[in-house]
């Protein structure tokens, strides 16, 4: 079975909690506190993994939690931070958050990797509070929660050409042609039930991926059929294959069939039906196709759609066909990212304050906006560091410290983070 979307849950580890300890030792009647540190929790990590192509993984399985990080101990004793869960994914997978719609991710290339829940920061022990004037902290700072949400998972199939066009127009007898796939074929409309891949090697030393899409019908981009289901693997494709019935042998005018399919594609997505069409006028070994070849070449080519008089049933015609896919592709530029990805930080700048204040010559930053964002930074990370400092002139946190009279080698707080301000 195919699955090619899905929702679960995901949650990130909590932070241990710090300990509340005190030296206790011989000879050392009033130790001092050594309460370690919580460890941190892990994240959840999507990764991008080229076996998978399906999302029917989480068909059954709708939770995933990461491990939460230890608490900290006695003799500054530090826990143990949580693992990471690692989520693999098929590419093409897009990754929503269930409750906003907002794009997570576009997870596209082999590798990717992506954190979309942070897990939470543990918390310091008792002897991270003692100060001079405090020498026996008697409290510790409890680990933060890890962050959680509900997200759907939707699989765009990536493939350089796609193979579109009414069901039963040999769609599936072609790729099975020009690839090593073997997709079940049958004599009966709606055959194709998942859009299958195959790589195309070609005499000219080059490859290419190429998807037979399920048959479209009229209607498709309101549901009906398979409709919308089969409709988003088309968007990832570069080249569009329009197959097209040259016999008429079940009735219908290709010429007519061509526009169909092209209204419910502009219907679906505008930009889906501007992308690059050639269209394969298969059957061709019936005799009823001689003439219609005619009449497509003559509606179509004139309008800078090239016709190819192709046969599945003979295997004929196809490297014409396949000379100009290779032109194309050569041509046209990489594929980039489908969707634009929703920026994390756009929330917090939305709806989280801050505030400045100057404590014995030390810049504090508090707040909501603070704790989230030091909730989703690795400060050992130095990608992380880079997006630590984005933000931090995003949010407006620098534009407020130059205000209150800052300068450079000043001491900068937030939280538990102190350091020193560099124009």
Known sequence: MFVDKAKIYIKAGNGGNGAISFRREKYVPAGGPDGGDGGDGGDVVFVVNTGKHTLMDFRYRKTFKAQSGEDGRGKNMYGKKGEDLIIEV?????????ETNRILADLTKPGERRILAYGGKGGKGNAKFATSTRQAPRFAREGQKGEERWVILELKSIADVGLIGYPNVGKSTILSILTESRPKIANYHFTTLTPNLGVVK?????????????????GAHQGVGLGIDFLRHIERTRILVHVLDASGIEGRDPIEDFYTINKELESFSKELAQKPQVVAANKMDIPSAQENILRLKEELEGKGIKVFPVSAATAKGFDELLAELIKMLEELPPLEPFEEEWDRLDEIIEEE?????????VYVVSGPAV???????NLDDYESMQYFQRALRRLGIIDALRDMGINDGDT?????????FIE
């Not at 304050?353 to 010559?361: H, L, N, T």
Request: aromatic share 8%; glycine share 8%.
């Open 90 to 98: 098929p590419p093409g997978t897009i990754i929503r958050d269930a």
């Open 202 to 218: 070609t005499r000219f030393d080059k490859s290419f991926v190429m998807a037979d899409i399920p048959g479209i019908i009229e």
């Open 353 to 361: 304050p801050f505030e400045i204040e100057i404590e014995e010559g």
């Open 371 to 377: 704790d989230r964002l030091l909730g989703s930074v």
């Open 412 to 420: 900068v707080r937030m939280n538990d983070l102190e350091f020193d």
